[in-house]
């Protein structure tokens, strides 16, 4: 028997990712566009609601305030997505409420001046104030990266091999949010994940008019039935006696926020009062955005990718940053109880509908705003159960993931060197978040237990974080380790013709500004 060809057992790299219907500048037919548009703004009601539901009680707000602030939310994300599809790096991202502000947020909660604050209301708006307060002095620090071009600067130090653990951990390190949450109502949370697996992959070949209905729209299908099912049980009374965990997790009717929400709302800047500076809130505050920063960087290399793109020239990814900043500071200003970083659930929805177009996110941004003025209409959508959206998590979160593997492809994995950095990187980036979690639900606080507040938050946010350690990891040891010798093995030669816009011809028609902006904002 003959031995097989280098050809039939190998897969040459690819710069942009294949398959994939529609890339970042081509687009659907407008009806397509709008119901592909609405898709992704449904999945960001996620992230949008389950902040406030945990931080509002915590503050002494009302159902009321919870709806105000997810309309909030929802409408300076609406804002800052616009922003950054039209002038930041220009790809098809959702720019949402992070997880990575919670640890110098819950700290400002438990702050004793304003815990100690007995009337309720008084108390959720002198915190209110006091995290707007800290989000506008910590979003300079993107601003100051972004703008300068220091973080283009940075990220010279990145390689193909570097930014696998980052990319990687920015899906993977998500994985509380997927199957302990699916979990907690697994009668809702496993027929969701059955189902979405079943539509989007074993029946994507379905088509109506030439159109993988199936595909396109499993998320929206799948959780319409679901959601369906999960008020046909609830209004059955099959929860009427369990316990309340059970009932907030299962039950349709449990998140107040239809009853609490006005007809007609529109958010505007200082709607909570003048913020309140603090030195130790906004240090502790700047460490999160410094996560945010690291972990918008992963999401943009993974979205590149499934928007059928080439990876972000540098002064693309600061141009980004910049404007992450602006959203911050907007987030800020607003009073989002969040700042800004990209949806990582909204980057995996773009390679399951293979469908990366720039117009159908910009559509998705004109839904938050124009349902996050519209009171009731948008809390009806925003009552969907958590359980439904922790299960396509579990599917988008690992899709995400498995894209930060793929930049192995242009790296040479037979060498120990890139073995051992890539398996300690992405080990350590699981390990060492895990043991701050485990800590901290045990002691109630972080590892990092000083007399210096502003010192414990910033070391707690900071390895909280899965790309961020990782991050730390990975180049420090790619840039250090025999370093001299293996710019081949490390992926520099794909990667290098990718850091300035000239370098590949491609870029121009990905990247450029829009109204031709490039005349005043020349690319370096």
């Known amino acids: 028997m003959a031995a097989p060809k280098l050809e039939e057992i190998s897969h040459p790299p690819m710069d942009q990712l294949q398959g994939l219907e529609y890339c970042i500048d081509s687009n659907p037919s407008w009806g397509e566009a709008i119901a ?47 922003l950054q599809t039209l002038f930041g790096t220009r790809l098809p991202t959702v720019v949402g409420g992070s997880y990575a502000f919670m640890v110098p947020i819950i700290s400002i909660i438990h702050d004793p001046s304003l815990a100690s604050i007995e009337d309720n209301h008084v108390r959720f708006l002198n915190t209110m104030r006091a995290v707007q307060g800290a989000l506008i002095v910590a979003s300079s620090i993107q601003i100051i990266l972004g703008y300068s071009q220091l973080w283009a600067i940075c990220s010279r130090f990145f390689s193909p091999l570097g930014m696998v653990p980052v990319i990687s951990l920015v899906g993977f390190g998500l994985f509380d949010r997927g199957f302990p949450v699916v979990g907690r109502c697994v009668e809702i949370g496993i027929p969701m994940l059955i189902l979405f697996i079943a539509f989007s992959q074993y029946l994507k070949n379905f088509k109506t008019r030439h159109l993988p209905i199936m595909e396109r729209f499993a998320l929206l299908i799948t959780i319409t039935v679901i959601w369906a099912y999960a008020h046909l049980l609830t209004a059955s009374g099959a929860y009427k006696h369990r316990p309340d965990l059970t009932q907030m997790n299962c039950r349709t009717d449990k998140a107040n926020l239809i009853s609490s929400a006005p007809w007609i709302k529109i958010p505007y800047p200082l709607q909570w009062g003048a913020p309140t500076f603090d030195a130790g809130h906004a240090f502790g505050m700047m460490a999160a955005v410094l996560v945010s920063l690291i972990e918008s960087t992963g999401a943009y290399k993974a979205a590149s990718r499934l928007a059928s793109a080439t990876p972000p020239p540098a002064h693309v990814l600061s141009r980004g940053i910049g404007w992450q900043g602006i959203g911050i500071l907007l987030s800020g200003l607003f ?91 992405l080990f350590l980036g699981l390990s060492v978040p895990e043991y701050f979690r485990e800590y901290t639900a045990k002691a109630l606080h972080g590892p990092a237990h000083t007399r210096a507040g502003w010192f414990n938050d910033f070391l707690n946010t900071i390895f909280f974080s899965s790309p961020t350690v990782a991050l730390i990891v990975s180049v420090f040891l790619d840039n250090t380790l025999d370093y001299k010798d293996s710019a081949k093995d490390r992926g520099m030669p794909w990667w290098v013709k990718f850091r300035t816009f000239k370098g590949d011809t491609r870029n121009e028609e990905f990247y450029t500004l829009p109204f031709n902006l490039n005349r005043f904002f020349p690319p370096s």
């Open 335 to 425: 009073g989002t109880l969040s700042g800004s970083s990209v949806s990582v659930e909204n980057v995996g929805l773009l390679g399951s509908t293979r469908v990366g177009s720039r117009r159908v996110i910009q559509i998705s941004a004109g839904f938050m705003i124009f349902f996050s003025m519209l009171g009731k209409f948008g809390a009806f959508f925003a009552s969907i159960p958590f359980t439904i959206f922790a299960a396509v998590y579990c599917v988008l979160f690992g899709l995400v993931a498995s894209v930060g593997l793929s930049f192995l492809q242009f790296t040479n994995m037979n060498s120990m060197r890139n073995l051992f950095i890539t398996g300690v990187a």
């Open 36 to 82: 592909l548009g609405f898709q992704h703004y449904i999945l960001a009601l996620g992230t949008a609601v389950m902040i406030p539901s945990f931080l509002v009680p915590l503050m002494g707000g009302s159902d009321g305030d919870k709806v105000r602030v997810v309309q909030t939310l929802l409408f300076v994300e609406g804002i800052n997505t616009l």
